[in-house]
């Protein structure tokens, strides 16, 4: 099983390789059981497009941006982000068959005609990385943090948001919230296709408290 994974995710980087595409990072060393992630739902639901331009927009999200899906996918959020307002995007996904996705969604938002958004991506401003979304070293980097991921991914994530994120960073969330955290900025309800109760809910990361002196 181990040596099929390993198989797609070189399948993966070589067509990255050779589609001179977005980059595909991550996914090359053997790993111990030890580091397997402490959470990996594989329940792939992508996000509908709709839902997606409602994110952004609450999200303010423009060319300085730099985008975090935390569970990627196929990475068509990144991939519309790039598109739309040339903001720079890392996915994150630990399953191998979506990388391979991502790669073939890439192909789809470069086609000048494929949709209706400016030009075609000509920057490897989108990166795929085969990982897992509780152990980002560079999360820090986030201006946007969007993801579509189940309140049990969201409760372990909250203390790495408190810890690594700068005040300001917004993040975006499909559906889901965490148990304890702060509170939303903003909510709003999304119709799609197939359903019309989609929703979008937004935060914005606070300052960070000052620590009380000893004495007071
Ligand atoms: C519901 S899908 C969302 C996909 C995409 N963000 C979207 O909204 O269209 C959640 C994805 O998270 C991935 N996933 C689950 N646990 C993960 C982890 N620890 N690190 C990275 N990806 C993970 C799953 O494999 C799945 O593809």
Redesign the pocket.
């Known amino acids: 099983m181990l040596k099929r994974i390993l198989g797609l995710t070189a399948f993966a980087v070589c067509i990255a390789v050779l589609l001179n595409t977005g980059t595909i990072t991550g996914g090359e060393k053997k790993k111990d059981k030890k580091d397997d ?1 402490k ?9 509908a497009d709709e839902v997606i331009e409602k994110m952004f927009e609450m999200a303010k999200v423009n060319k300085d941006d730099v985008i975090f ?5 196929d990475n ?2 990144c991939f519309m982000a790039a598109k739309k307002y040339r903001a720079r995007g890392v996915g ?4 191998p068959v ?1 990388i391979k996705e991502a790669m073939e969604m890439f192909e789809k938002y470069n086609k000048d005609d494929a949709i209706s958004y400016g030009g075609s991506i000509k920057l490897p401003l989108v990166e795929t990385r085969h990982g ?3 152990a980002i070293k560079d999360l820090k980097d986030a201006t946007v943090v969007v ?3 189940f309140p049990e ?1 969201m409760d372990l994530w909250f203390p790495i948001a408190e810890k690594t994120l700068k005040p300001g960073t917004r993040i975006v969330s ?1 559906d889901y919230s965490w148990t304890k955290g702060w509170e939303p900025t903003a909510t709003a309800t999304v119709k799609s296709s197939t359903r019309d109760n989609h929703k979008a809910i937004l935060w914005i990361v606070p300052e960070k408290k000052k620590k009380k002196a000893a004495n007071e």
């Open positions: 992630p959470y990996n739902n594989p329940t792939f639901v992508p996000t899906d935390l569970g990627c996918g068509r959020i994150i996904e630990t399953n979506r897992d979304a509780l993801m579509y991921m991914f499909h």
